[in-house]
């Protein structure tokens, strides 16, 4: 069974940063793809960052470029999102998700296991 367990959230004003943590179990890590998603009140689910299983493919929504630092850390079974300068619209429900592939997709349909999310509020 797979787990996965984020942590990290919380509030912040526009222009500080966060860092979230996923940490892994139950299979094994370094061979899968993984990504961070978020949701808005009142949107759909978006992707926002993913790793290929070694990690040198990163994949970044426009929306998050140049801000956003997506790592892993394979001998910790842990994925890491640096977050900075952070913006009220980053507002969400942060999700961790593995996929059963190597290469990281951007669906939310290209990932089998999901975290059960951590509360990001940026405050303007």
């Known amino acids: 069974q797979v787990q996965l367990v984020e942590s990290g959230g919380g509030l912040v004003q526009a222009g500080g940063s966060l860092a979230l943590s996923c940490a892994a179990s139950g299979r094994t890590f370094s061979r899968y793809a993984m990504a961070w998603f978020r949701r808005a009140p009142g949107k759909e689910r978006e992707f926002v960052a993913g790793l290929s299983g070694s990690g040198d493919i990163r994949p970044y929504a426009d929306s998050v470029k140049g801000r956003f630092t997506i790592s892993r850390d394979n001998a910790k079974n842990t994925m890491y999102l640096q977050m900075n300068t952070l913006k009220p619209e980053d507002t969400a429900v942060y999700y961790c998700?593995?996929?059963?592939?190597?290469?990281?997709?951007?669906?939310?349909?290209?990932?089998?296991?999901w975290g059960q999310g951590t509360q990001v509020t940026v405050s303007s």
């Open positions: 998700a593995r996929s059963g592939r190597y290469y990281a997709g951007l669906r939310v349909n290209d990932y089998d296991d």
